[in-house]
């Protein structure tokens, strides 16, 4: 767990990035696809992309403003993908061979 703070339209705010948040910003991306790649679909999913997206901001300290929430939510998936590059460059780290170098004399 790791703790991210940012600014939104001049309003501080703070989140804990714990397993659910980063399950939640996984499921509103996967609905967001899911209404870009099929517009029709749209209102089908428009309920759940609006209820994730009340899950995600109920989790920032101070409680969000409705018109901060699009950048607030905008912040956070990137705080997301930021940690899951970090993680994934690591573990590729973690798996190259190590090489150590001769020295000739």
């Known amino acids: 767990m790791s703790s991210k703070e940012f600014e939104v339209n001049g309003t501080d705010y703070k989140i804990m990035i714990t397993e659910q948040v ?3 910003v996984n499921n509103l991306k996967d609905l967001y ?14 309920t759940e992309i609006s209820t ?40 590729e780290e973690k798996e190259k061979p190590r090489r150590k170098s001769k020295s000739k004399k």
């Not at 696809?33 to 428009?46: I, L, M, W």
């Not at 300290?61 to 899951?84: C, F, R």
């Open 52 to 91: 994730t997206i009340n899950e995600i901001a109920s989790t920032v300290e101070p409680p969000a403003e409705d018109s901060d929430l699009d950048g607030l939510i905008q912040e956070i998936i990137k705080t997301v993908d930021n940690k899951a590059a970090e993680i994934g460059k690591e573990l």
């Open 22 to 24: 980063i399950s939640h």
């Open 33 to 46: 696809n899911a209404a870009y790649e099929d517009p029709e679909s749209f209102e089908d999913v428009s």
